[in-house]
């Protein structure tokens, strides 16, 4: 791997509480390729959520240095992380987060316009993925007016409006039923195996594991290898 897409070295993230401070993370170093399929397991409160934030440009770290496709997400500028995270990565999470007075169209659409694009070029590019995540006869709904299955995969929609090469997904399936779930998971992992994207997923269900091409295990905001958190019988 001569030019990991991502590159993590001593990544920490410390959360100041008053007089305490809770460790998010603590010094993790890990590279990802371009094209994996990284699925994050961990009990609640190892830290998922954390690093996929950093991941994200949506926090900063504490200590330590994360690159994500040649930029140093550690030393940016808070107007250079906007376009990060408009236009390098798409995150999608567990409670949808779509604007519940803009129609599905609408939230499809706002991350390329607030990027900038043509009207056109945002409206041929929606059509697209309407089409592909078979919303096309909800383009008109509210959030409200929708089912989990389907908030999601307008989420997943707005998620890649800018095309990005990397996409984030917090516990995609944590509020889906079994089905929904299962759908939602052929679809990120038709992006790897048929678009060639690099998803990294935390997630809790094991309805990733037969995508994933590594899986990472996250302990107290440490990396390790999951025979260190896990008792097994041999
Ligand atoms: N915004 C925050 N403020 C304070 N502590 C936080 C915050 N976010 C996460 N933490 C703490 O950091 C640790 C890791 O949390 P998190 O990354 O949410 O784990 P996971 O997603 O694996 O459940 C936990 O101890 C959690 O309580
Ligand atoms: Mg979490």
Do not use: C
Not at 143 to 152: N, R, Y
Request: hydrophobic content about 40%; glycine content about 8%.
């Amino acid at each position: 791997m001569t030019h990991p897409l991502i590159l993590a070295a001593g990544l920490t993230r410390i959360y100041p509480m008053g007089d305490h401070a809770v460790t998010g993370l603590d010094r993790i170093d890990f590279r990802v390729a371009e094209g994996e399929f990284l699925v994050l397991k961990g009990i609640s409160g190892s830290g998922k959520s954390t690093l996929l934030s950093l991941l994200a440009g949506l926090d900063s770290p504490t200590a330590g240095e994360l690159t994500v496709s040649g930029i140093a997400l550690h030393s940016k500028a808070a107007e250079d992380l906007t376009r990060y995270r408009r236009e390098v990565v798409g995150m999608v999470f567990q409670s949808f987060n779509l604007l519940p007075t803009l129609t599905v169209l609408e939230n499809i659409s706002l991350p390329a316009l607030m990027a900038g694009k043509p009207a056109d070029a945002v409206e041929k590019r929606a059509a697209e993925l309407l089409d592909w995540l078979d919303l096309a006869s909800r383009t008109g709904h509210r959030p409200a007016q929708l089912s989990g299955g389907e908030m999601q995969r307008t989420a997943i929609a707005r998620a890649l409006i800018n095309d990005p090469a990397i996409i984030l997904a917090d516990e995609p399936t944590g509020n889906l039923d079994t089905g929904n779930g299962q759908r939602v998971m052929h679809l990120l992992s038709e992006l790897h195996r048929e678009r060639g994207r690099t998803l990294i997923i935390a997630t809790h269900s094991d309805l990733a594991d037969p995508f994933a091409t590594r899986r990472l295990y996250l302990k107290d905001g440490r990396l390790g290898d999951p025979s260190s958190s896990l008792s097994r019988t041999p």
